[in-house]
């Protein structure tokens, strides 16, 4: 057994949150810098000229890239050999979020109650969890930090296996399509692919952990997300939604097994500013 | 770029087109989702409002809290489409103006076009940037709000697109280099 404090878990995420909430991973900025060359409208380019300055400003002076500093979801992979002390491994999540978003000066953006209270937590927490148990004595943590701009123009649907890739493909463009302008394009477009309705919309989520310049290692979901890109970008929404041809920097498809009578789809919309953080205890 | 001095003139509201950009000064008040429906409800009430909606313009903003030295955190527009129900009735009582990201409503436009109001349209998750172009910040109301609380911002050359002007012309129905 390997003796591990939460204490460190909630270090780690802690700075991690005002990491990501000022920097946008290297693979992103690559992404945003090649769709800056591909636009020619003085709209669309001033729109990327805009969002490349922001990330130099909110890097070098350490202020958030948006003021959405979003809600937090942790993916911890627990090694079967680790033991925990200094209590729950969730506690110390929301520890480090709450220190995290307070310190850094990050907005509160979570309230208690979605229907009747909404009232502001004020420190962000709670965090969404989930736990996986695997082999080792090591732990895995990778979080993201959402914002809801683009989370409200996610969607899931229930297809039948007879809708096959057309349909699959109809529904992600169709979301794309509705996000529009107001989900800050250009985004990146998580899709999850099988399971049931609640792991689809999750591996949907996971999906877009995986940094832009990656693709999916199985060669025929690597050509369903690149055709998805190029028919996105043929949507002519563009960069804002000034119109242009930046309407999305990569389509990242997760698929899992489903049962015989179903095809879920899942389509997590996020926008430019996609933050994530993957470290290792 | 077109510099803009708030308040607008009926006359400088008519010349403002869809699609421009501007470089916007003057006094701007900040709200979103939950101080809108405190206010809405006043005006239901027919309360006071805790500040003057009379050529107001009100900009969709919940800013990260101000570092100390800082005037405001990160300050980008949030999505103005939540806010739609409230424009009509908002126009009605003075609004003239609203900052925001994304399309609008029939029903807003129709309302921008009635009062010869504007919408103008910030970069969305510029939030860092556009911060530099607000000055001064001071609270007006719904403190306990935090973020969304309402507050009164001086802006200072602040980068906006027109994105629906008194004609009900929009931004967003524009196609590449349209003009």
């Not at chain 1, 946008?24 to 709209?43: C, V, W």
């Not at chain 1, 049931?196 to 989520?205: E, G, I, L, Q, Y």
């Not at chain 2, 409503?105 to 510029?126: D, Q, T």
């Amino acid at each position: 057994m390997r003796e591990i404090s939460v204490r460190e878990i909630e270090e780690r995420i802690a700075e991690a949150c005002g990491e990501i909430a000022v920097r946008y991973s290297p693979d992103l900025i690559k992404a945003l810098q090649k769709g800056r060359t591909q636009e020619t409208g003085f709209r669309s380019v001033t729109a990327m000229d805009i969002l490349l300055q922001n990330a130099e400003t909110a890097a070098s002076q350490n202020i958030p890239i948006c003021q959405d500093t979003g809600l937090v979801i942790v993916w911890l992979k627990i090694g079967s050999e680790v033991h925990f002390t200094d209590g729950l491994p969730s506690e110390a999540v929301n520890r480090g979020v709450a220190r995290g978003y307070t310190e850094c000066y990050l907005r509160a953006s979570s309230v208690t109650d979605p229907l009747y209270e909404r009232k502001n937590t004020k420190d962000n927490t709670p965090a969404v969890i989930y736990t996986e148990i695997v082999e080792g004595d090591q732990v895995e943590i990778e979080m993201m930090a959402k914002g809801f701009g683009s989370e409200n123009k996610s969607a899931l649907k229930m297809l039948t296996p007879a809708d096959g890739e057309k349909g699959v493909k109809d529904f992600v463009l169709e979301t794309i399509r509705n996000a529009g302008p107001n989900a800050c394009p250009p985004f990146v477009v998580g899709v999850g692919i099988g399971g049931t309705f609640d792991s689809c919309a999750v591996n949907a989520k996971r999906a877009l952990l995986r940094p832009v310049s990656e693709s999916n290692s199985d060669p025929r979901y690597k050509k369903l997300e690149d055709d998805l890109l190029t028919e996105a970008n043929q949507l002519g929404i563009g960069p804002l939604g000034f119109h242009g041809r930046t309407t999305a920097l990569k389509v990242q498809v997760e698929y899992a097994p489903t049962h015989i009578a179903g095809l879920p789809v899942a389509v997590n919309m996020c926008c430019h500013v996609c933050r994530h953080a993957r470290m290792v205890i | 770029m077109k510099k803009l001095q708030l308040p607008l003139s009926e006359a400088e509201r008519e010349e403002l087109k869809a699609g421009e950009p501007v470089l916007l000064s003057g006094i701007v008040y900040t709200a979103r989702d939950a101080a809108h429906k405190r206010l809405f409800e006043m005006l239901d009430e027919g309360r006071e409002l805790p500040f003057d909606l009379k050529d107001a313009v009100i900009y969709y903003v919940g800013p990260t809290p101000a570092r100390p030295g800082q005037v405001i955190g990160s300050a980008g527009p949030t999505t103005s489409s939540r806010m739609d129900p409230y424009v009509p009735k908002m126009m009605e009582n003075g609004m003239i103006g609203m900052i925001g990201k994304g399309r609008r409503s029939e029903k807003v436009k129709e309302a921008v076009v009635r009062h010869k109001g504007f919408y103008l349209v910030a970069a969305g998750g510029a939030g860092a940037l556009l911060s530099h172009s607000i000055i001064k910040r001071e609270p007006v109301a719904f403190e306990d709000l935090l973020s969304e609380a309402v507050t009164r911002i001086t802006v200072k050359d602040f980068p906006c697109f027109v994105g629906i002007d008194c004609r009900g012309d929009d931004i967003y129905d524009l196609k590449e280099d349209d003009e």
